[in-house]
């Protein structure tokens, strides 16, 4: 079956611009995930959406990160101003239960 | 504060030379701990989740153990195709259900 997927898989904007970065879960997966992994370091935890709960924002970086989940499928990760150190990739996964996080390809966001 | 540690940071081996990666941890309590392959420009592909101490698990030539303090993931045999990033994660009990990374051990098999 399809994994999760994400768009763009790349993507080049100029500092101050906002950027959204979609994700598609697989289907039937209710928990989706959002992390952040910086060249030459660990995946971030972002944010954590589970069914109709209040997402788990504890991640976030800072006020110009926020993301959205539509029921339980489709994601979307926005940046606010973007600026140099939001360079990175961004990778989206998805789970059916705790056991195992799916995860997608990611969008290798570079900010000039 | 949850923390996990991997190490070495990489390694190159020659095609059937066996070895062992090491991931050390600090959590509080527990739920699982989660061992990924990740590829260059791909996203981390799952392998094993370990649930308690003396667990292990294996898949094909790789076999994941865990004790209270850290896990090896045992590779037999490796080939070049073994080659990728192994990366270490934790979920912590009280922690909702997110993933605490490692900076993870590049592998490297030769011929």
């Known amino acids: 079956g399809a994994g999760v997927s994400q768009s763009p898989s790349n993507k080049v904007t100029e500092k101050g611009k906002d950027v959204e970065l979609r994700c598609d879960p697989i289907s039937g997966h209710t928990a989706l995930y959002w992390y952040r992994q910086r060249l030459g370091q660990g995946l971030e935890f972002l944010i954590y959406?589970?069914?109709?709960?209040?997402?788990?924002k504890s991640g976030l970086p800072s006020d110009r990160f926020s993301a959205e989940r539509t029921g339980e499928s489709v994601s979307t990760l926005t940046i606010q101003r973007t600026q140099q150190e939001d360079s990175a990739v961004y990778l989206c996964?998805?789970?059916?239960?705790?056991?195992?996080?799916?995860f997608g390809p990611g969008t290798r966001l570079t900010v000039l | 504060e949850d923390q996990v540690t991997q190490s070495p940071e990489a390694l190159r081996l020659q095609e059937g030379e066996s070895s062992s990666l090491n991931c050390s941890y600090t959590v509080s309590g527990l739920r699982g701990l989660f061992w990924y392959r990740q590829d260059p420009g791909k996203g981390p592909e799952f392998l094993f989740t370990?649930?308690?101490a003396g667990e292990e698990k294996e898949k094909e030539r790789l076999k994941a153990t865990l004790t209270k303090k850290e896990s090896f993931l045992h590779i037999t045999a490796p080939k070049p195709e073994d080659s990728a990033t192994y990366l270490c994660?934790?979920?912590?009990?009280?922690?909702?259900?997110?993933?605490?990374f490692g900076t993870g051990t590049q592998l490297k098999v030769e011929l």
């Open positions: 994660a934790v979920q912590a009990g009280g922690g909702g259900n997110k993933l605490t």
């Open positions: 996964a998805s789970s059916l239960d705790h056991i195992a996080q799916y």
């Open positions: 959406f589970q069914g109709n709960s209040a997402p788990d």
């Open positions: 370990l649930y308690s």
